[in-house]
């Protein structure tokens, strides 16, 4: 039995949401969704990934940290990954992960180092020599922003070293973060010059130490603690993180002295009240609390997963909650025509930041919640900005409250409105003709995934299509310098810079090509693999749903889209007229097209446990290759379980169905044997 496809279509929408959410978060520091609401989100993708494993791309947020650097910073490569934190919402969370510890490393107790959860900006510095020598942030997780002239002017972080004690060359990690205090001064400075304060010290940290000119930087009053290495030679590392904190004390580095050694499990509980009392006294903001394993070797032996380390989490502080009123539920329209009900709250103050809107998502969750114009709601914030509505106070419900229905017509452009089977939202019709879509498909088109077109942002993009200049992404490259030149803040530098770019993007790559085209579900992964299997546009866009199913990350449903796409007459006239423009792209040599390979056509595959000489991805995509169909169920009419380490309750059932199981090895002769 294949995956259902509405977890597919589930997993394929969260990663597009957190991704938006990253870099809102990590590259432009202006988040519009509170912690817990991302905390959600990320959460449910990891159960999905983790129940369907064979869904997991390289892509996903889960495999990652944050997004790309900013461009006005050079660009600067960790000698290790900066990794993010797994997060525990409540203490059973916190039992199981001393419970998984402590079964890998056959202990009865661990020793944990707890620090405070600094709600700051992760920094990696290096020393050489006793010098400071690059600062960057943390950026993707790989490669960050060298943010080093603004670093040098944190007076708690020394430019030389003290003592003689330290390598000639290592990375600290640490977190640059605004005292409550400077956070206040700076927001009333900037009250008494007529300028607009900052939501939170957190977002104040981040935009002091992204100044290009770090003479304001040094005006902001920041502040930074170590708490822990990043390359680092082995032969001068300690046995324990407490240790390192304290050499990294004696050498003049700042450490937080509100971590403490603690005894297992149960004292963790402990110090995360004490902590949760102690927090308002603190003067710095803190989001919870971090729980480490002290000894490094231990450490070393649980090792990491894509993005996190095994022996550390991150206990979150519960969200803040406050009260308020439904003004309005407005209808946003995205790229794709999905139709998302916003409700505009009466501003309310929540954890720092005054809050004014919340997405509710779809007309499922407004009827699930009951939630209606002029109710009073609970919301809850835990970060930033946009909060989630936790519920309906019923009893304080006025009678003049009104009961809200979705739309049946867009509200942009009166096209009707549709429901996709087996999805909760409902989407504009109108395509091309919808303004909303219009706007959006050219901002894909032209994003840096997509066709990279430097300089054609939101507002440029908005300013062409008011001028008539712009109705669908083939008439970007009828654009020359007369028509726009005269467009307002564009003049004759701006505009030559754009049709420049405008030229320079039309030599592109299929994979490139099929993402920019804004199919919908079709994002850079299938997007790729469709190029490789086909190796032409031709080719995908005459392929029948039996053919398109056998490519990778390719059901159903989605064939169903690309099918729909090109057989749109609008959709093959804008590719030819992208096409009589001089957009062009090299064939690929087809992967898997050819029919002489697909030996293993009509066989059904499920892959278990864990596998030592690939991943189970590569495994499905070399089975893929040979025509075989893998799947996440057995059943029946499996021909094949693939056995690697931990199998799981999948080899219990294979053996009742009698299906045919192989170990890993077998596999591995099964591959050499069909080449």
């Given at each position: 039995?294949?995956?259902?496809?509405?977890?597919?279509h589930?997993?394929?929408?969260l990663?597009?949401?957190?991704?938006?959410?990253?870099r809102?978060?990590?590259q432009?520091?202006?988040?519009?969704?509170s912690?817990?609401e991302?905390?959600?989100?990320?959460r449910?993708?990891?159960n999905?990934?983790q129940?369907?494993?064979q869904?997991?791309?390289?892509d996903?947020p889960?495999?990652?940290?944050g997004t790309?650097?900013?461009?006005?910073f050079?660009?600067?490569e960790?000698?290790?990954?900066?990794?993010?934190?797994?997060?525990?919402?409540?203490?059973?969370?916190?039992?199981?992960?001393?419970h998984?510890l402590r079964?890998?490393?056959?202990?009865g107790?661990v020793?944990?180092?707890?620090e405070p959860?600094?709600?700051?900006l992760?920094?990696n510095?290096?020393?050489?020599?006793?010098?400071?020598?690059r600062a960057?942030t943390r950026?993707d997780g790989?490669?960050?922003e060298?943010?080093?002239?603004?670093?040098r002017?944190?007076?708690?972080?020394p430019?030389?070293l003290?003592?003689?004690?330290?390598p000639?060359?290592?990375?600290l990690?640490?977190e640059?973060f605004?005292?409550?205090?400077?956070?206040r001064?700076l927001n009333?400075?900037?009250?008494e010059?007529g300028?607009?304060?900052?939501a939170?010290?957190?977002?104040?940290?981040?935009?002091s130490l992204?100044?290009?000119?770090?003479?304001?930087t040094?005006?902001?009053?920041?502040?930074?603690?170590c708490y822990?290495?990043?390359?680092?030679?082995e032969?001068s590392l300690?046995?324990?993180?407490?240790?390192?904190l304290?050499l990294?004390?004696?050498?003049?580095?700042?450490?937080?002295?509100?971590?403490?050694?603690?005894?297992?499990i149960d004292a963790?509980?402990?110090?995360?009240?004490?902590?949760?009392?102690?927090?308002q006294?603190?003067?710095?903001d803190?989001?919870?609390v971090?729980y480490?394993?002290?000894?490094?070797v231990?450490?070393?032996?649980?090792?990491?997963?894509a993005?996190?380390?095994?022996?550390a989490?991150?206990r979150?502080f519960?969200?803040?909650?406050?009260?308020?009123?439904?003004?309005?539920i407005n209808i946003q329209?995205?790229r794709?025509?999905?139709?998302?009900?916003?409700?505009?709250?009466?501003p309310?103050f929540?954890?720092g930041v005054?809050?004014?809107?919340a997405?509710?998502?779809?007309?499922?969750?407004i009827?699930k919640?009951?939630?209606r114009?002029?109710?009073t709601?609970?919301?809850r914030?835990?970060?930033?900005?946009?909060?989630?509505?936790?519920?309906v106070?019923?009893?304080?419900?006025i009678?003049?409250?009104?009961?809200?229905s979705m739309?049946?017509?867009?509200?942009?452009c009166?096209?009707?409105?549709?429901?996709?089977?087996?999805?909760?939202?409902?989407?504009c019709?109108?395509g091309?003709?919808c303004?909303?879509?219009?706007?959006?498909?050219?901002?894909?088109?032209a994003?840096?995934?997509?066709?990279?077109?430097?300089?054609l942002?939101?507002?440029?993009?908005?300013?062409?299509i008011?001028n008539g200049?712009?109705?669908?992404i083939a008439?970007?490259?009828?654009l020359?310098?007369?028509?726009?030149?005269?467009?307002?803040?564009?003049?004759?530098?701006?505009?030559?810079?754009?049709?420049?770019?405008?030229?320079?993007?039309?030599a592109?790559?299929?994979?490139?090509?099929?993402y920019?085209?804004?199919?919908?579900?079709?994002?850079?992964?299938?997007?790729r693999?469709l190029?490789?299997?086909?190796?032409?546009?031709?080719k995908?866009?005459?392929?029948?749903?039996?053919q398109?199913i056998?490519?990778p990350?390719?059901g159903?449903?989605?064939?169903?889209n690309?099918i729909g796409?090109f057989?749109?007459?609008g959709?093959?006239?804008?590719?030819?007229?992208?096409?009589?423009?001089?957009?062009?792209?090299?064939?690929?040599?087809?992967?898997?097209?050819?029919?002489e390979n697909?030996?293993?056509k009509?066989?059904?595959?499920?892959?278990?446990?864990?596998?030592?000489?690939?991943?189970?991805e590569?495994?499905a995509?070399k089975?893929q290759l040979?025509?075989?169909?893998v799947?996440?169920s057995?059943?029946?009419?499996?021909?094949?379980?693939?056995?690697?380490?931990?199998?799981g309750?999948?080899?219990?059932?294979?053996?009742?169905?009698e299906?045919?199981i192989i170990?890993?090895?077998?596999f591995?002769?099964?591959?050499?044997?069909?080449?």
């Open positions: 039995m294949d995956c259902p496809q509405e977890i597919i589930k997993i394929d929408e990663r597009r949401i957190l991704n938006d959410h990253n809102q978060y990590y432009l520091d202006d988040p519009n969704v912690d817990a991302y905390d959600a989100l990320f449910e993708l990891i999905l990934e129940e369907f494993p869904l997991v791309t390289l996903s889960t495999q990652r940290v790309e650097p900013l461009k006005a050079q660009r600067v960790h000698a290790l990954p900066m990794l993010s934190l797994d997060n525990a919402f409540s203490d059973d969370e916190l039992f199981a992960f001393d998984r079964g890998k490393l056959q202990l107790q020793e944990y180092i707890a959860k600094l709600d700051g992760a920094i510095l290096v020393y050489e020599n006793g010098l400071l020598i960057a950026g790989t490669v960050g060298n943010v080093t002239n603004n670093i002017t944190i007076a708690q972080i430019l030389r003290v003592g003689n004690d330290f000639q060359q290592f990375e990690r640490g640059v605004m005292p409550k205090a400077a956070f001064s009333k400075r900037n009250h010059a300028e607009k304060g900052f939170n010290p957190r977002n104040a940290a981040a935009g992204r100044q290009l000119d770090s003479a304001v040094a005006s902001r009053s920041l502040a930074f603690y822990g290495h990043g390359a680092f030679p032969s300690p046995s324990e993180q407490w240790t390192l304290r990294f004390e004696s050498w003049g580095l700042p450490v937080c002295h509100e971590a403490e050694i603690l005894q297992g963790c509980l402990q110090h995360y009240q004490r902590f949760k009392a102690k927090r006294s603190l003067d710095y803190i989001d919870g971090v480490k394993i002290n000894n490094f231990q450490q070393q032996k649980l090792g990491y997963v993005r996190a380390p095994r022996w989490i991150a979150k519960p969200a803040q909650e406050a009260m308020t009123t439904i003004q309005d329209v995205g794709s025509g999905a139709l998302t009900p916003v409700a505009r709250l009466k309310v929540v954890g005054t809050v004014t809107n997405t509710l998502h779809n007309g499922g969750e009827r919640k009951d939630v114009i002029g109710d709601v609970i919301v914030r835990a970060g930033d900005v946009i909060p989630e509505i936790v519920r106070i019923e009893e304080k419900r009678p003049t409250a009104q009961v809200f739309p049946g017509k867009c509200p942009v009166g096209s009707a409105v549709i429901k996709v089977a087996d999805e909760a939202i409902l989407r019709s109108g091309l003709f303004k909303a879509q219009q706007k959006e498909s050219i901002k894909h088109f994003s840096r995934k997509a066709m990279n077109i430097e300089g942002g939101d507002k440029r993009i908005a300013q062409l008011d200049l712009l109705h669908t008439d970007l490259y009828d020359d310098v007369k028509q726009i030149v005269d467009l307002d803040k564009m003049g004759d530098k701006s505009a030559n810079k754009l049709i420049s770019a405008l030229e320079k993007s039309k592109t790559t299929l994979p490139r090509l099929i920019a085209l804004g199919i919908r579900d079709v994002g850079e992964v299938t997007a693999n190029a490789n299997f086909y190796g032409s546009l031709d995908i866009s005459e392929a029948e749903e039996d398109l056998s490519v990350d390719v159903k449903i989605v064939a169903g690309i796409f057989e749109q007459p959709n093959n006239e804008a590719i030819q007229r992208l096409i009589s423009s001089g957009v062009c792209w090299p064939n690929i040599e087809r992967s898997a097209g050819n029919k697909q030996v293993l009509a066989k059904t595959f499920v892959l278990t446990g864990t596998l030592v000489s690939m991943t189970r590569n495994a995509k089975l040979l025509g075989a169909k799947t996440s057995l059943s029946a009419k499996t021909n094949y379980l693939v056995k690697g380490d931990n199998p309750s999948k080899l219990d059932k294979a053996n009742k169905l299906v045919n170990d890993e090895e077998e591995l002769s099964l591959l050499k044997s069909l080449k």
